[in-house]
């Protein structure tokens, strides 16, 4: 039996606005998705599996833990982002090089700030493990969990996919993996944040884990199927959405300069996260893509201004009233609606 066969026998009716969601990372620019989001939950689109790597792994946990679009644009209206640059001691030092700080600890913010934020967000719903946002119990790992989160496994050269790959990390059962934890790790952009280490109890070998989006960052393939019950929207930002999302990608050009250590790295970041999903997205037509414009934020831009922050919410928002109202049939749709004409 297909193991995506329509299984809510009591929600039958509502079938046709189910729909697996996938967010792209993108730093501080996640504001926009949450806009995008906001139109869905608006048009009653029921979101089944979601996922995402850095800011969209945020958005997927704290969509999936059940915060409303309202909810969540109140929590980037109130939010100081600047927070989330927890420094250690040695950038305390007066006139000390950030160098210092990267050859330490491989990163320039602790990203404590940031865990104690997500971890309070998700107890607040009462939800601290996967096994809190497990949707259905007997389903294969795919669709076990309402959320799944992408994370870059530098020590194994891996990419996770998260939490169904937490034995690696040596957890034996995916549902003890920590939530706020697991998107940590999906946020570690490299060199702004220092990676998160974890040792393998099992193995004694210790793994340092950064932003998935170093390997994934839109993985819009996570839940393809041969025959899907419904389709999959990939929401996707781009500063010139305009253009074909392949000539996008081929556009993105590392921002700043090289003069130091930290520039270069940085640069070599930014080539790669632009670049790593673009094979795959060339080789599929874009009718499932929201493409989100930008509005020419940084990534790291976290002394963006509440109205800076609202003009992204806003874009996302204009992004999926636009798809939603001149998207034709795709061929993930239309294998959905052949299988109803069965």
């Not at 389709?231 to 130091?260: A, D, N, Y």
């Not at 250590?261 to 070599?268: G, H, M």
Request: proline share 4%; charged share 30%; no cysteine.
């Amino acid at each position: 039996m297909e193991e995506r066969e329509v299984w809510e026998s009591g929600n039958r009716e509502n079938r046709e606005k189910y729909v697996d969601l996938v967010f792209e990372g993108g730093g501080v620019k996640g504001i926009a998705l949450v806009g995008a989001f906001s139109v869905l939950e608006e048009r009653g689109y029921e979101p089944q599996n979601m996922a995402g790597a850095s800011a969209g792994a945020i958005v997927a946990a704290l969509v999936a833990a059940g915060y409303t679009a309202t909810e969540l644009r109140r929590i980037i209206g109130e939010l100081d982002y600047d927070h989330f640059k927890d420094e250690s001691w040695e950038d305390r030092i007066p006139l000390a090089d950030r160098t210092l700080s990267v050859l330490k600890d491989l990163g320039v913010y602790e990203g404590e700030a940031f865990l104690a934020w997500m971890r309070d967000l998700l107890e607040a719903k009462g939800v601290r493990t996967f096994g809190d946002l497990v949707r259905r119990e007997d389903a294969e790992p795919k669709y076990r969990y309402k959320a799944q989160v992408i994370a870059s496994d530098v020590t194994e050269r891996r990419l996770l996919v998260l939490p169904r790959d937490a034995a690696r990390l040596g957890i034996d059962d995916p549902d003890d993996l920590n939530v706020a934890l697991a998107v940590r790790m999906s946020m570690s952009i490299p060199i702004f944040f220092e990676p998160v280490t974890l040792t393998n109890a099992q193995t004694g070998r210790e793994h340092l884990i950064v932003d998935g989006g170093m390997l994934s960052n839109f993985p819009v393939w996570l839940f393809d199927a041969e025959e899907p019950q419904w389709p999959t929207f990939g929401l996707k930002l781009v500063e010139k959405p305009k253009l074909p999302i392949g000539s996008q990608l081929s556009q993105e050009r590392p921002r700043g300069g090289v003069l130091s250590v930290i520039d270069y790295l940085r640069s070599l970041v930014d080539t790669m996260m632009a670049a790593h999903d673009r094979l795959y997205i060339e080789e599929h037509d874009f009718q499932r893509t929201i493409a989100i414009n930008t509005l020419g934020v940084r990534t790291t831009e976290f002394d963006l201004s509440k109205e800076r922050a609202m003009e992204l919410f806003q874009s996302g928002r204009a992004a999926m009233e636009e798809f939603l109202g001149h998207r034709p049939p795709n061929d993930r749709v239309v294998q959905y609606q052949d299988q109803k004409a069965r």
